[in-house]
């Protein structure tokens, strides 16, 4: 695979997840493949890719992972992710455990093209089922008052149900909200101390933060950065109410 056709192809699924995506970005020192911000409740939150075409016997090794935190620290970038068709050394995975760094390599390219595939697969499905099903009676076009207006399609129920919990404000909300409840709940059974019942509603908000999030999100490389920021504002709030 051709670097671009590489860059591309990861801009496009990061596209499709959300991201505002900027393809050769350039700082005052470095050019990077793929510059990705998502906007959040408490600011733009942004990822740094880059993208290496190498032969399957050249591993990728700890410098380009350093040189992408030299990046990731000039633009004050909230992850770091590394593409690459062939492997990683040794030192690099370990580092990148450590570090929360994100790696991607051939199978894990493999993987992603198998599920943007299915998903391509999957739009052209539901295109092809609206079309065999269409009849006169269906039409999206209406005539009133003598001039002819369209009718819009209606959005499936779970589709509707879906885009709201892709709204990161709305998330949040439910994350707080649940937590208090689950909370106030086990209070009404058993006595429990302040301090505990805080700890309660934190450790719900964890689980919430990263349990919900898949509903709106299909990419697992995203689902892990999107329950973080659910988490972390859900913290603040949970945070300011209990010292309340």
Same mark, same amino acid.
């Given at each position: 695979?051709?670097?671009?056709?590489?860059?591309?192809?990861?801009?496009?699924?990061?596209?499709?997840?959300?991201?505002?995506?900027?393809?050769?970005?350039?700082?005052?020192?470095?050019?990077?493949?793929?510059?990705?911000?998502?906007?959040?409740?408490?600011?733009?939150?942004?990822?740094?890719?880059?993208?290496?075409?190498?032969?399957?016997?050249?591993?990728?090794?700890?410098?380009?992972?350093?040189?992408?935190?030299?990046?990731?620290?000039?633009?004050?970038?909230?992850?770091?992710?590394?593409?690459?068709?062939?492997?990683?050394t040794k030192q690099a995975l370990n580092y990148a455990a450590r570090k929360n760094i994100k790696l991607i390599d051939r199978a894990g390219i493999i993987s992603l093209a198998e599920k943007f595939s299915k998903r391509l697969q999957a739009l052209e499905e539901e295109f092809h089922d609206e079309i065999e099903s269409y009849t006169?009676?269906?039409?999206?076009?209406?005539?009133?008052?003598?001039?002819?207006?369209?009718?819009?399609?209606?959005?499936?129920?779970?589709?509707?149900?879906?885009?709201?919990?892709?709204?990161?404000?709305?998330?949040?909300?439910?994350?707080?909200?649940?937590?208090?409840?689950?909370?106030?709940?086990?209070?009404?059974?058993? *006595?429990?101390?302040?301090? %505990? #019942?805080?700890?309660?509603?934190?450790? @719900?908000?964890?689980? +919430?933060?990263?349990? !919900?999030?898949?509903?709106?999100? *299909?990419?697992?490389?995203? %689902? #892990?950065?999107?329950?973080?920021?659910? @988490?972390?504002?859900? +913290?603040?709030?949970? !945070?300011?109410?209990?010292?309340?």
């Amino acid at each position: 695979m051709k670097k671009e056709k590489l860059v591309n192809f990861i801009a496009k699924i990061m596209e499709e997840s959300g991201f505002k995506v900027y393809k050769d970005f350039r700082t005052s020192r470095h050019v990077v493949d793929i510059y990705g911000v998502i906007p959040t409740a408490v600011g733009d939150l942004s990822v740094v890719v880059a993208c290496k075409n190498y032969d399957k016997k050249w591993k990728v090794g700890l410098d380009v992972l350093k040189e992408m935190e030299m990046v990731a620290k000039n633009l004050k970038a909230s992850k770091i992710v590394i593409v690459t068709t062939s492997d990683y050394t040794k030192q690099a995975l370990n580092y990148a455990a450590r570090k929360n760094i994100k790696l991607i390599d051939r199978a894990g390219i493999i993987s992603l093209a198998e599920k943007f595939s299915k998903r391509l697969q999957a739009l052209e499905e539901e295109f092809h089922d609206e079309i065999e099903s269409y009849t006169p009676k269906e039409s999206n076009f209406n005539i009133k008052g003598g001039s002819l207006s369209r009718r819009e399609p209606k959005t499936p129920i779970f589709e509707q149900f879906r885009v709201l919990f892709q709204n990161l404000f709305f998330l949040v909300l439910l994350v707080v909200g649940i937590s208090i409840g689950l909370t106030q709940l086990i209070e009404t059974f058993v *006595k429990l101390d302040d301090r %505990i #019942l805080g700890i309660l509603k934190i450790f @719900f908000s964890f689980i +919430l933060s990263y349990g !919900i999030t898949p509903i709106g999100e *299909k990419e697992k490389m995203f %689902i #892990l950065l999107r329950g973080t920021v659910v @988490f972390f504002i859900s +913290l603040l709030i949970l !945070i300011i109410i209990i010292l309340i």
